[in-house]
């Protein structure tokens, strides 16, 4: 849901070359930071602590970006 909620906001900004580069960015940011905090959780508490981690960060980029609105 807050990757969907995320999507739409970005749409709804438009296509500005330096919010798409900035988008790229932060999405590549996203996934080795949750890749990292899974490393750390170990085992299944790895995955648990990865998921988390898209979703809070996911959540606070929809956030930040809606905050352009």
Not at 1 to 20: E, H, S, T, W
Not at 23 to 30: D, E, K, T
Request: proline share 1%; glycine share 8%.
């Amino acid at each position: 849901a807050q990757d969907a909620r995320l999507n739409d906001v970005y749409r709804k900004l438009g296509k500005a070359p330096k919010l798409k580069e900035a988008q790229r960015a932060w999405l590549a940011y996203r996934d080795a930071n949750c890749a990292f905090r899974a490393l750390q959780g170990g085992g299944s508490a790895g995955g648990l602590a990865a998921a988390d981690c898209v979703l809070t960060m996911t959540a606070s980029r929809a956030d930040e970006l809606a905050a352009f609105l």
